[in-house]
């Protein structure tokens, strides 16, 4: 059974500060997603990452995929307000990308 | 287009009513998804449908049934649910080729009193 693990689960942190979120999982996979959830909403797609290395970047956060440790991160750069919300990271193992097995979840909160 | 449609978007319902929710998308998407989230939870996978077809039931009580009517479409119907039903209902998209993340629509608040 796949297990996908994240850490820390709640995250304070202050503006400008830098931090990174990881994504630990139990099987092989190549395919990784992180989603980002504000409170009381649905899940945006942030980063797709499909291979050993793979690097993406989007404005202050930066997404990494290592097949081989079978671990992402998320790293977060000159944090702002307007990231506070929860970060998820999504495994796949089948050809169905929406059969994700997701991490509990980071919830961050960027205080001024 | 690259919205997931859900109505209603909040729903009280009794433990003995029947009610339905429902999902569209016209991203051209072949493979739709029901996911369960409570408070503080990840999104846990109810149903997969792939060409319209059921290919992914992850053992959920019969009180919940999907329909698939067209590619664009997605219901959820319910009976008679319990109280512990009560959750963030999110339809989901995504194309069938696997390497491509899913759509989430905005989700169904469910209240079962």
């Known amino acids: 059974e796949l297990k996908v693990e994240q850490n820390p689960l709640f995250l304070s942190m202050q503006e400008g500060k830098n931090y990174t979120i990881y994504c630990n999982y139990s099987t092989t996979s190549d395919r990784l997603y992180w989603y980002r959830q504000d409170p009381g909403k649905s899940l945006e797609s942030l980063f797709v990452l499909l291979s050993n290395g793979a690097v993406k970047q989007e404005g202050r956060l930066m997404a990494s995929l290592d097949t081989k440790a079978r671990l992402s991160t998320l790293h977060i750069t000159a944090a702002v307000h307007d990231l506070s919300a929860t970060y998820f990271c999504a495994v796949d193992i089948n050809t169905n990308a929406g059969k994700s097995t997701f991490g509990d979840g980071t919830t961050l909160t960027v205080k001024p | ?113």
């Open chain 2, 1 to 113: 287009d690259t919205e997931v449609t859900q109505t209603p978007k909040h729903l009280v319902m009794g433990m003995t009513n029947k009610k339905s929710l429902k999902c569209e998308q016209h991203m051209g998407h072949r493979a739709m998804y029901w996911y369960k989230q409570k408070a503080k939870k990840p999104p846990e996978l109810m149903f997969v449908y792939s060409y319209e077809k059921l290919s992914i039931n992850e053992s959920v009580p019969s009180r919940f049934s999907p329909e698939c009517p067209n590619s664009s479409l997605l219901n959820l119907h319910l009976h008679a649910l319990q109280p512990e039903d009560s959750a963030l209902y999110l339809c989901a998209s995504s194309r069938i080729s696997g390497y491509t993340e899913a759509f989430f629509g905005q989700g169904t608040r469910l209240t079962v009193v």
